[in-house]
Nanobody, 125 residues
């Protein structure tokens, strides 16, 4: 299984931007679908975005972040990114990076077999 370490979280004001990174090791990174999930205080963890390893890196987003967030990957660096723009307090939470061996990707948490420890994102109003 691949090991994942997130970074890039922090405190930002409403309307600001952050870029999260997730570094992978211990596996063939290019053969994993990569996803980002988040968990707000008092809420269940939810899907944010994913990028497949097939079809040139097909991407898919939750409706709540579509048009504001961009997921990308650099297979040469074994890293996946989440660029987050126009942040709002509703984006506050712990963001988790995850890896799935499914070639076409998934939005289901159960399909992701490796998880990072999470990075905190706090958006102030």
């Amino acid at each position: 299984q691949v090991q994942l370490v997130e970074s890039g979280g922090g405190l930002v004001q409403t309307g600001g931007s952050l870029r999260l990174s997730c570094a992978a090791s211990g596996g063939i990174f290019s053969r994993y679908c990569m996803g980002w999930f988040r968990q707000a205080p008092g809420k269940e963890r939810e899907f944010v975005a994913r990028i497949s390893w097939m079809s040139g890196g097909n991407t898919y987003y939750a409706e709540s972040v579509k048009g504001r967030f961009t997921i990308s990957r650099d297979n040469a660096k074994n890293t996946v990114y989440l660029q987050m723009n126009i942040l709002t307090p509703e984006d506050t939470g712990v963001y988790y990076c995850a890896a799935s061996p499914l070639p076409r990707g998934s939005m289901r948490q159960a399909d992701f077999t490796s998880w990072g420890q999470g990075t905190q994102v706090t958006v102030s109003s």
